[in-house]
């Protein structure tokens, strides 16, 4: 009876202590998930705040970003869409320049692919800015005193200073640009079949003997002037060009620019009309250099773009006059700005500069009849 009370007893204690076993147990996972859901809350109620935290730090940095982009997303000047045979790779060496960037302008605007060589010599990366991250533009910086390898159909060849302070400022480099850099670009003209455009200049004919100055007449230059670095320079470009062109095939346009001016001119180049602009509005005297009666004649750059354009698809390979045929005198040049520009400045008269052309006025007959091109100001 006894053993029985026990075996009873310890039975009952037996399921008893399974019962408080299962409940110890069910107590200890509700407590752990207690735990574990506690802490899962605890732990996205901090992943909540770190993401909040970094999206109030991303904020102002994504704005700024949006902000960059805005400014970076740059508008472009509105481009002709070419076909891709119509479509032409072209090369301007100086493109960076004054003559050079209103160049680009209007090829990019065409629907060319441009490349700008320059080596900032007097050129300016702000007068191509505006095209730079266009998928039809490239800038490069380089002398072409240094041989190019690309792949181009055309080469308007302007890479010389233009103005007489800078190429006089280093003579043998004017010299090296207008030879060694033609032969150059003559070269790379040869090697991949480009046709090549030389921008010479009025000054091959020197201080004239001839009036106004055709393109028969062969010129009158001092070849060992201050001026010859340049005028020999460009002569000796264009005898390079119709040699590349009868030894070797290459196709060769010569234009020979007078004197231009317009916006992207350098203030300080010592050009003319610069000069006396400047001066008038600084209230400085103008400075006329001589009596002020030697003559010139001034076109403006968006005419010389379209004469160098056409010039360049025709197949006129002898030299043509690009300029404006209206002469004036330098001091009528001189009081005309002076009351535009509505300056009380004095006009000062200083020595004649050495070589200074005295008459200077292109016959432009050839570019109008060839051409069809005259100027027809702005
Ligand atoms: N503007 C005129 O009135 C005029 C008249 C006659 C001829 N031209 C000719 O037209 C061309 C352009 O003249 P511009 O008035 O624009 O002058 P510019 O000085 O404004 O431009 C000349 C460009 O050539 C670059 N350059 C110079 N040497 C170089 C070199 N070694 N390698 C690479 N780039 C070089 C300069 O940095 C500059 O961008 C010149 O060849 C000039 O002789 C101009």
Not at 95 to 103: I, K, P, R, Y
Not at 147 to 153: K, S, W
Request: glycine share 8%.
């Amino acid at each position: 009876m006894m053993k029985r009370v026990i075996w009873l007893i310890s039975g009952l204690n037996r399921r008893m202590m399974k019962l408080l076993f299962a409940l110890a147990l069910i107590a200890y996972i509700a407590s752990v998930w207690g735990t574990y859901t506690n802490m899962r809350s605890i732990q996205e109620h901090g992943e909540m705040k770190i993401e909040q935290r970094i999206d109030e730090a991303v904020a102002p940095l994504r704005e700024k970003i949006r902000d960059l982009e805005q400014s970076f997303s740059q508008k472009y000047p509105p481009v002709k869409f070419l076909s891709e045979k119509d479509r032409k790779r072209i090369l301007i060496t100086g493109g960076a320049g004054f003559v050079g960037s209103h160049l680009t302008d209007k090829l990019m605007m065409d629907g060319h692919e441009v490349t700008v060589v320059d080596n900032f010599f007097t050129g300016r990366k702000r007068n191509v800015e505006h095209w730079i991250g266009h998928e039809n533009f490239e800038l490069i910086n380089h002398d072409v005193v240094e041989p190019l390898y690309i792949e181009v159909d055309q080469i308007y060849h302007l890479a010389s200073p233009a103005s007489p302070p800078n190429y006089m400022y280093n003579p043998i480099k004017t010299l090296k640009t207008n030879t060694i850099g033609t032969l150059n670009m003559l070269g790379l003209a040869k090697r991949v079949g480009a046709r090549l455009l030389l921008a010479s200049t009025s000054e091959v004919y020197g201080d004239p003997e001839v009036h106004p100055q055709n393109e028969e007449y062969w010129g009158h230059v001092n070849p060992i002037g201050p001026r010859a670095c340049y005028d020999e320079g460009k002569r000796v470009a264009e005898t390079m060009c119709y040699a590349y062109m009868k030894q070797e095939g290459v196709e060769v346009r010569v234009a020979r620019i007078f004197n231009t001016f317009g916006s992207r001119m350098h203030m300080n180049d010592g050009r003319v009309v610069s000069n006396f602009i400047l001066q008038a509005l600084q209230g400085e005297p103008l400075t006329v250099y001589g009596s002020g009666a030697q003559t010139r004649a001034f076109q403006y750059v968006s005419d010389l773009v379209n004469g160098l354009v056409l010039l360049m698809n025709s197949n006129i390979s002898s030299p043509v006059n690009l300029g404006n045929p209206e002469e004036h005198t330098i001091l009528e040049f001189a009081r005309l700005i002076k009351s535009l520009v509505v300056s009380r400045s004095q006009i000062q008269f200083l020595p004649e500069a050495q070589d200074d052309p005295q008459r200077r006025r292109p016959d432009i007959r050839k570019a109008k009849m060839l051409l069809g091109w005259e100027p027809v100001g702005w």
